[in-house]
């Protein structure tokens, strides 16, 4: 599968998923590492859906999942599979295959020393694995016993020298039993990282199998732990009576399995002996005799027998939570605590998950409590009536609080329709005509997972796998017969493609904005809660004290004493929380920063500003700012054009540029870094407009201004302005360094017919160029295309200001102050996406040969742009157009060096601020081999 067809899928897949799920909420971004690939370990409630969710949360990561070798043996299933770089793993007993397809022992051995080989190689390549320890998915509240193959690919890769590679956990909590429900949502939580050390290298490559097992054993139990701390999960009973009788100083549980055979000889019954002291516990199950020698057996059976020790131990042997399962008891849990928040407050999921969490655990500790037995068999038969009425918790409280369901529904309508009266009006016609036309879809997909996503033991967990495939699959057909039929119908082909984008668009309206279902089901419950007034009043009065009750055992058994309470302004608590927590990361980050603002402050930079007078000029008192760093000596001067969203805040390179004899003038361009604000300290443009342009052309003002200053050995400015003074300094060649779209613009003003002082630059560096989009195709050609097609250079293609991973990912290890580098995403205008396509076309059609010694630094981690499509686009600078990978150094045509990078050390977008300092170091020795080579005679 080519790239391009794989990363069109994987779009596909990503954009099938943000319409399955009403709202994908991700914590923990920031324990993703920052300086090398990963092991992500998740648990696995819902078949191939938790891949694509992972896939879909975390775009800027290459991620290739580990899959049972059965699932590629289905067509569809394998498509999909291999776009996501899947690699087959060969189970002992895959229930995916009929028995005589069961890889013999020799073959399962060689599938999998195949499949840690490639897990290895792509970890080194910088691809993160992901993987679910489990081995299996499954539609319970727990977490089934870890394989071992997780912690033996982290230690088998740095037993052989290669990168320490930390194993993630990741928690996948839906809302609905494995995700079923359609517009359900999905919390992705991702924990601490999982190191490993030297001690458990030396272990594993002792030699000694007690001491690998041992290793072993303790990440896996180290894994599962972790994932215990990101999901809601059943308890497991055999740690709970382990800290029971540990606190009671009772006797250690023993576990004896023990097998009867029955009256049929293909069946046999297995039981579990517990015995704690001189209590003794049992669990059993009849089987059938192959599969006697299941692990996953014995491990339900001990639960069972723990369970039953836990309850009677306790003394809650006799209590209703003691006869329910553990899915009963979990969702009374999560009953509670919808009841225990203030109704008009809107938490997020991972609040929801903390408070399970938290209300589930203080429940195991208190079985034996009657105030606890009291609120669980009161909340039981609150249920019950719910589900008799055939309504919700959330329609009593909202007629608790004078809100009747309907009214509510048709206000929040009459607001939006105030708010985005077009959209409204456009949006409700074509959600009831795609909910009409994508009927058949919905029923093939509701039954497709009914009779195909249901195992004999009634597991689901693979059953909203089965519906999305079921209803692409059924998308795929419906499409276009329905065009065809509309041709054949209206005796026009021309009607056939916007028959299929009509129906896309009014599918994609009815899953986001089901008008006729939420509708008619606040219609219905509002007519529940007025036939049934007398019911419902009861239930309310009912929830209130129930709520009082509920509150009172939370605030009893809070974990801490400043959570007590926390019903009473959960905004608040959690503000504390979230300080309590930046302030601790930000500890922690400090100790690792390369760049911080003291240091930016203390590089001694001498900044003056450059007047402006362009009609192109936003605002009056906008000017351009160049900072510079001179050393006693040094004969030449390079002159700094950062990226979009970039400034110079490098000063971890800087004293390597000075040594090496080059005196370094940092240009911001107009409304870019530091020029965001005016000589007296006015912001000239809005944070999220810095660095728009329309035309490139408009910044060849200030970089002319620049140049004839460094050409001028006049003595220094008097005064804040560049144009009050010279250099101080005969400058003998002058480089223009630029990053990113700072490429663009430097190309464009280097070339014939560029700027007027083009004459005046020697050569050029150029680091990771915005030679191209890094985008779909169908993508670019709305970018390329915006401005052409009549849209106004000012209207936005994308709003930004949400939070730019790229820049929080930087922001770990370079300290800079926001006004240097944003952490939220700028706005793209399509004014923009015009000029930097004018420039992209000007490369192609060979009008940007620079005549110049010209170096070019790439690499493959690079997360904004891609570096094979940059190094063919560059190409076109060569004066005969052929690359310059294999061009000396010493080349006064174009020379082209890629950053290596892997798992350990990774390079980034910008190579002189990776989070690798190896990755830094070596695209520096390039550059300084390449000025060396031209400008200091070193070669000749």
């Not at 370990?41 to 290459?62: C, F, K, Q, Y």
């Not at 009973?237 to 399995?257: G, H, I």
């Not at 276009?480 to 082909?493: H, N, R």
């Amino acid at each position: 599968m080519s790239a391009i067809t794989r990363m069109a899928v994987k779009g596909m897949l990503r954009t099938v998923i943000r319409i399955y799920f009403d709202k994908i909420e991700l914590r923990g971004f920031r324990n993703l590492p920052v300086n090398s690939a990963a092991i992500f370990a998740g648990n696995h409630p819902s078949g191939l859906v938790d891949p694509m969710v992972i896939m879909t949360v975390l775009p800027d990561h290459e991620l290739s999942s580990v899959a049972k070798h059965s699932l590629f043996q289905t067509p569809i299933v394998s498509f999909f599979l291999n776009a996501m770089r899947a690699v087959p793993v060969a189970k002992t007993h895959d229930p995916g295959l009929p028995q005589e397809q069961q890889p013999t022992r020799e073959k399962r051995k060689a599938m999998n020393a195949e499949m840690f080989a490639t897990v290895e190689s792509r970890l080194a390549e910088g691809v993160n694995i992901v993987i679910f320890p489990e081995g299996t998915c499954h539609s319970t509240f727990e977490i089934k016993e870890l394989k071992s193959g997780t912690a033996r690919m982290a230690l088998g890769m740095a037993a052989a020298g290669g990168a320490r590679v930390p194993i993630v956990p990741i928690g996948l909590s839906y809302s609905s039993m494995s995700g079923l429900e359609f517009r359900s949502n999905v919390l992705v939580d991702i924990g601490r990282p999982i190191e490993i050390t030297d001690e458990m290298v030396a272990l594993y490559n002792s030699g000694d199998a007690n001491s690998v097992h041992e290793v072993v054993d303790d990440i896996t139990t180290r894994i599962e732990t972790h994932l215990r701390h990101v999901t809601i999960n059943s308890p497991n009973w055999c740690d709970q009576l382990k800290w029971l009788v540990a606190s009671r100083r009772l006797s250690s549980p023993v576990y004896r399995l023990v097998t009867q055979p029955q009256a049929d000889p293909q069946l046999v019954e297995t039981q579990c002996l517990l015995k704690v002291g001189d209590s003794e516990f049992t669990s059993k199950t009849t089987i059938s005799r192959a599969l006697t020698a299941s692990d996953a057996l014995d491990r339900k059976l001990k639960q069972e027998a723990a369970r039953r020790a836990y309850f009677s131990l306790s003394g809650a042997a006799d209590t209703e939570a003691c006869h329910d399962t553990d899915w009963t008891l979990i969702d009374t849990i999560r009953l509670a605590r919808r009841i225990y928040k203030p109704t008009d407050v809107e938490l997020t999921l991972a609040q929801y998950a903390a408070l399970t969490r938290s209300f589930l655990a203080a429940s195991i500790q208190r079985l034996n409590d009657p105030h606890f037995q009291k609120i669980y068999h009161e909340l039981k038969l609150y249920d019950t009536e719910l589900r008799s009425l055939g309504i919700t918790d959330q329609y009593v409280a909202m007629h608790g609080v004078g809100t009747d369901p309907l009214n509510k529904r048709l206000r929040n309508l009459r607001s939006m329709a105030r708010r985005d009266l077009l959209k409204s009006v456009i949006m409700a016609p074509l959600s009831l005509f795609g909910t009409l036309t994508h009927a058949p879809v919905a029923v093939v997909a509701m039954l497709g997972g009914r009779y195909a996503g249901i195992d004999a033991q009634g597991d689901t967990s693979v059953q909203a796998t089965v519906r999305i495939i079921s209803g692409f699959v059924s998308l795929v057909l419906l499409y276009p017969t329905a065009a065809f039929a509309t041709a054949w119908a209206t005796e026009s082909p021309a009607v056939a493609l916007p028959t299929m984008a009509l129906l896309a668009v009014s599918g994609y309206a009815a899953a986001t904005r089901p008008v006729l279902s939420d509708t008619l089901e606040s219609i219905s419950g509002s007519l529940k809660l007025l036939t049934k007034k007398g019911t419902v009043d009861r239930l309310r009065v009912q929830r209130a004290r129930m709520q009082t009750e509920i509150r009172s055992f939370a605030d009893a058994n809070a974990p801490s004493a400043d959570l007590r309470g926390w019903w009473r302004d959960p905004d608040g608590h959690q503000q504390i929380i979230k300080e309590t927590m930046q302030q601790l990361r930000s500890d922690e980050r400090k100790e690792r920063l390369v760049v911080t603002p003291e240091s930016i402050a203390g590089a001694g930079l001498m900044t003056h500003y450059i007047p402006l007078r362009s009609d192109s000029k936003r605002h009056p008192k906008e000017t351009a700012v160049l900072s510079s760093k001179q050393w006693p000596g040094n004969k030449n001067a390079l002159v700094w054009i950062p990226g979009r969203n970039d400034s110079f805040f490098h000063t971890h390179v800087l004293d390597r540029f000075l040594r090496a004899g080059f005196d370094v003038h940092a240009l911001d361009l107009r409304r870019c870094g530091r020029a965001q604000f005016s000589v007296d300290g006015e912001r000239v443009v809005d944070e999220l407009l810095a660095h728009d342009s329309y035309d490139f052309h408009e910044y060849f003002e200030e970089i002319d201004a620049t140049l004839k200053w460094l050409k001028t050995p006049t003595d220094l400015p008097d005064s804040k302005f560049l144009n009050h003074g010279g250099c101080g300094k005969a400058y003998e060649n002058i480089v223009m360094y630029s990053h990113s779209t700072g490429g663009l613009v430097s190309a464009l003003y280097g070339a014939d017919r560029g700027g007027a002082w083009r004459g005046a630059i020697d050569g050029y560096v150029f680091n990771s160029p915005f030679w191209t989009w890094n985008v779909a195709m169908y993508e670019r050609v709305i970018l390329e295309n915006a401005s052409n097609l009549g849209v106004p250079p000012d209207i936005a293609m994308v709003t930004g200001g949400n939070p730019s991973a790229y820049s929080h990912k930087m922001y770990e290890t370079y300290g800079f102050p926001n006004e240097l580098k944003n952490l939220k995403e700028l706005t793209v205008t399509a004014g923009w996406c015009r000029a930097v396509s004018q420039v992209q076309t000007m490369l192609r059609d060979g009008k940007l040969k620079l005549q110049k010694p010209t170096i070019v630094l790439t690499t493959h981690a690079d997360e904004i742009l891609d570096a094979d499509d940059v190094n063919r686009a560059g190409a076109h600078m060569s004066k005969d157009g052929r690359r310059g990978r294999s061009a000396p150094v010493w080349s006064s045509d174009l020379v082209q060096r890629e950053i290596l990078t892997d798992g350990r050390e990774m390079s980034a977008h910008d190579v002189l601020a990776a989070p690798s300092p190896a990755r830094v170091d070596e695209a520096m020795t390039h550059i300084e081999k390449w000025m060396t080579a031209h400008f200091n005679d070193f070669y000749h």
